[in-house]
């Protein structure tokens, strides 16, 4: 069974940045879309930035130009860079694949961007 392992959340200034890191246990072979959720209070779990095997990337338009999707097969990982930080960023972070079809998702990390 695949598990997702989420590090690197945690509280920013505006403006500032952060890197959060997923470790994907087991192979990747099989993974179509790797990327990042979140769902901030009162409000539903949305699409941050996702990228496909064959590297085509989305994003939601609320990120574009300050966060960055990457992944790294040998190591088995997805990391979502973020910057210029914004206090509506502020939500929970999941890491999120979709393997042979099948949706798994990380336990969530908090990020909080706050003066």
């Known amino acids: 069974q695949v598990q997702l392992v989420e590090s690197g959340g945690g509280l920013a200034q505006p403006g500032g940045s952060l890197r959060l890191s997923c470790a994907v246990s087991g192979s990747m072979l099989g993974i179509g879309v790797m990327g990042w959720y979140r769902q901030a209070p009162g409000k539903q779990r949305e699409l941050v930035a996702a990228i496909s095997g064959g590297g085509t990337i989305n994003k939601a338009d609320s990120v574009k130009g300050r966060f960055t999707v990457s992944k790294d097969n040998a190591k088995n990982a997805v990391y979502l860079q973020m910057n210029s930080l914004k206090p509506e960023d502020t939500a929970v972070y999941y890491c999120?694949?979709?393997?042979?079809?099948?949706?798994?998702w990380g336990q969530g990390t908090q990020v909080t961007v706050s003066s």
């Open positions: 999120y694949i979709k393997k042979w079809g099948i949706d798994t």
